[in-house]
Nanobody, 118 residues
């Protein structure tokens, strides 16, 4: 049974940084692409950043490119999101998932709340 457990969120001032972590179990992690998504109140969930199974390539939403970095550790079954120069519009609940799995499964973890405010 797959599980995604996100952590690392919190309250940070504009311009600050956070590093999110996602522990994954129940799948052959190294075989799956992974991504971070976020959902702000009243908005649909959106893709923030993604990485292929090997971790050698990544893609980013225009709104975070140059500020966020996605990485993964296949030995630890974990994916990370380093977020720098955070802005109030980055406030949201952040989730990890696999775009490949989302084609046939709507399971999501509990997410981790990120609040950017002075």
């Amino acid at each position: 049974q797959v599980q995604f457990v996100e952590s690392g969120g919190g309250l940070v001032q504009p311009g600050g940084s956070l590093r999110l972590s996602c522990a994954v179990s129940g799948i052959i992690f190294s075989a799956y692409d992974m991504a971070w998504y976020r959902q702000a109140p009243g908005n649909q969930r959106e893709l923030v950043a993604g990485t292929i199974a090997s971790g050698s390539s990544a893609n980013y939403a225009d709104s975070v490119r140059g500020r966020f970095t996605i990485s993964r550790d296949n030995a630890k079954n974990a994916v990370y999101l380093q977020m720098n120069r955070l802005q109030p519009e980055d406030t949201a609940v952040y989730y990890c998932n696999s775009p490949r799995r989302l084609k046939y499964s709507d399971y999501w973890g509990q997410g981790t709340q990120v609040t950017v405010s002075s």
